[in-house]
């Protein structure tokens, strides 16, 4: 497909709850307010696509860039690339999708973690925090969990909204897999009280970082848990 053909495609998928969803949280006028698995079968119909991935992308349209997501090769972007790539990002939820289908997959990712770790750019460092989540429950060697719960604790409360949610998810995995760290980490969520009220679905695990230390620890006691 060609970028314009992809674009008509997507158009033609738009509905407008979703849209208005979109809108309410952040996304701006950039949209057609497509449904993510309807995005999902256009991707599996496409296939990856390197070069028309790149191009929607730089459209600004959010859909347009969450199929982008779906047809990129982690692998044939350079670092210099997909760092340009997070930080230009516009709404939480394709940060969400990047994050998880692009740089959690790419060969550069503790480098730039490290990276993004040290910088003041929201986006870069909602990454660099989602990467640090992810190694706390993968490879925690060589990290250095006190300190990060230093850094939380001390940066938390004023940090952007777009990265106070992957340093609550970084809290919340300390806590749940350093069974040692797990009285500390519950009482910085307590002191700061970041998504003491967010609003949760039925059926859902609230973000609150002591009720998710708890509700994960109950339901898999010892599961993963380190000591150290």
């Given at each position: 497909?060609?970028?314009?053909?992809?674009?008509?495609?997507?158009?033609?998928?738009?509905?407008?709850?979703?849209?208005?969803?979109?809108?309410?949280?952040?996304?701006?006028?950039?949209?057609?307010?497509?449904?993510?698995?309807?995005?999902?079968?256009?991707?599996?119909?496409?296939?990856?696509?390197?070069?028309?991935?790149?191009s929607l992308w730089k459209t600004g349209?959010?859909?347009?860039?969450?199929?982008?997501?779906?047809?990129?090769?982690?692998?044939?972007?350079?670092?210099?690339?997909?760092?340009?790539?997070?930080?230009?990002?516009?709404?939480?939820?394709?940060?969400?999708?990047?994050?998880?289908?692009?740089?959690?997959q790419h060969p550069d990712k503790e480098?730039?973690?490290?990276?993004?770790?040290?910088?003041?750019?929201?986006?870069?460092?909602?990454?660099?925090?989602?990467?640090?989540?992810?190694?706390?429950?993968?490879?925690?060697?060589?990290?250095?969990?006190?300190?990060?719960?230093?850094?939380?604790?001390?940066?938390?409360?004023?940090?952007?909204?777009?990265?106070?949610?992957?340093?609550?998810?970084?809290?919340?995995?300390?806590?749940?897999?350093?069974?040692?760290?797990?009285?500390?980490?519950?009482?910085?969520?307590?002191?700061?009280?970041?998504?003491?009220?967010?609003?949760?679905?039925?059926?859902?695990?609230?973000?609150f970082a002591p009720i998710w230390i708890?509700?994960?620890?109950?339901?898999?006691?010892?599961?993963?848990?380190?000591?150290?």
């Amino acid at each position: 497909m060609t970028l314009e053909e992809t674009l008509r495609q997507l158009e033609s998928l738009s509905n407008e709850s979703v849209r208005a969803w979109n809108a309410k949280n952040g996304a701006g006028d950039k949209q057609f307010g497509v449904k993510h698995g309807d995005i999902r079968v256009l991707a599996k119909k496409i296939k990856a696509d390197h070069e028309l991935a790149m191009s929607l992308w730089k459209t600004g349209n959010i859909d347009a860039q969450y199929l982008a997501i779906l047809l990129i090769k982690p692998k044939d972007l350079s670092s210099k690339e997909l760092d340009r790539l997070v930080r230009s990002v516009t709404f939480a939820w394709v940060a969400d999708w990047l994050n998880n289908y692009v740089v959690k997959q790419h060969p550069d990712k503790e480098t730039l973690r490290q990276e993004w770790m040290a910088t003041d750019h929201r986006w870069a460092a909602r990454a660099g925090w989602s990467l640090t989540a992810e190694r706390v429950v993968k490879s925690p060697d060589g990290l250095d969990p006190p300190a990060l719960l230093d850094r939380i604790e001390s940066e938390m409360a004023d940090a952007a909204p777009e990265v106070q949610w992957t340093m609550n998810s970084a809290l919340a995995e300390i806590g749940i897999h350093f069974a040692k760290l797990r009285k500390r980490a519950i009482a910085i969520g307590e002191k700061l009280g970041v998504y003491r009220d967010y609003p949760v679905s039925k059926g859902c695990t609230s973000p609150f970082a002591p009720i998710w230390i708890n509700f994960m620890v109950s339901r898999h006691p010892g599961k993963g848990v380190r000591l150290d």
